[in-house]
């Protein structure tokens, strides 16, 4: 009976995850999925990254998520004075269940910045993509295969399945105001809605207009700041975002110290409320940055063993100088 009850509730789970989307624990390692109006937000020509959360619970790895991205600041003053445009690209991976739903998503995401003063400017931002899922049923077990004598996997699932995949336009916008105090000091408030057409997805019509099973609009309010000491970085930040009623807030604070003139080491502390305590460390070597940070589950004392490892790597590079009054932002 008890098995018959996990495996229920292995199902169900399994299914609800095709309405959830990313929650990296490190949100700002993935800028302009986090939000459109982070692209082109920084202080270099341009900036790579990407970064791979594992998932686990019990010795297994049922969840994968990758995003790779990249973007590139252009048009310096040429649309307005004292502005550029933001122009990138991400694609975001992910494998849920052990290979029960997968789902890929590609995005363009172009941005405006224009500043309002020697210390100020804004972003406008949106995000153009498609977003494709796949489901695998092989090894899931559905209520019609349960019997009085217990699982009979002869059975077939009795679910009207009409196809295993398909593929839907996905519409974001955001926008963020930052705040420059020097090259090593700035502050970013940003908010973002992610599917802004409400696409509709299911595997039991045959069109993604038919049903009313459409994803919800996801607000996200992210925060994130850079204090530059001498030879000492405080960097702290929050998110805060909803999806299906489903609420997520993480704050906490990156740290990092310099070594010489090209490298850093990096070390932070970050909490999923309610849910995990994250630790983290890194280095930081030519503009680049290594980031690595473990999931915590602070119900783990209550016998759960669900933890989450991720990984994050960015790179800024310059191919040439920017000129103007407005301070880089620091990444």
Not at 157 to 175: H, K, P, T
Request: net charge negative; hydrophobic share 40%.
């Amino acid at each position: 009976m008890i098995k018959r009850i996990l495996l229920l509730v292995a199902v169900v789970f399994s299914f609800s995850l095709e309405a959830q989307d990313f929650h990296f624990s490190q949100f700002y390692a993935t800028p302009t999925l986090l939000n459109p109006a982070m692209t082109g937000n920084h202080g270099a020509g341009y900036r790579l990254g990407g970064i791979n959360r594992s998932q686990f619970a019990a010795g297994a790895n049922n969840f994968q998520t990758i995003s790779l991205y990249g973007d590139v600041a252009l048009a310096q003053n040429e649309l307005a004075e004292n502005s550029w445009v933001g122009l990138g690209g991400s694609l975001y991976y992910d494998n849920a269940g052990q290979g029960a739903i997968n789902t890929f998503h590609m995005a363009g995401q172009l941005t405006l910045h224009k500043a309002i003063n020697d210390n100020v400017y804004l972003s406008f931002g949106g995000g153009f993509g498609f977003t494709g899922k796949s489901l695998n049923t092989t090894g899931l077990t559905f209520n019609n295969q349960f019997g009085e004598d217990g699982l009979d996997p002869t059975l077939g699932s009795d679910e009207s399945f009409v196809r295993d995949g398909y593929m839907q336009l996905d519409v974001d916008a955001g926008v963020a105001a930052t705040y420059t105090q020097s090259k090593n000091t700035r502050f970013t408030l940003g908010f973002a809605l992610l599917h802004v057409n409400r696409p509709a997805e299911s595997y039991y019509f045959a069109t993604n207009t038919s049903g009313n099973n459409r994803v919800g609009v996801r607000p996200v309010v992210h925060f994130n700041a850079t204090i530059g000491l001498e030879g000492f970085h405080i960097e702290p930040g929050a998110l805060f975002s909803t999806d299906r009623g489903a609420r997520e807030l993480i704050v906490g604070s990156n740290f990092s110290y310099e070594l010489n003139a090209d490298s850093r080491v990096v070390f932070g502390i970050w909490n999923r409320w309610s849910e995990s305590v994250i630790p983290l460390v890194g280095f930081e070597f030519m503009r680049t940055r290594i980031l690595a940070s473990y999931d915590l589950n602070v119900q783990s004392i209550a016998g759960s063993t669900r933890q989450a490892f991720e990984i994050s790597l960015a790179h800024t590079g310059k191919w040439r100088e920017r000129t103007g009054g407005i301070a880089c932002p620091r990444f």
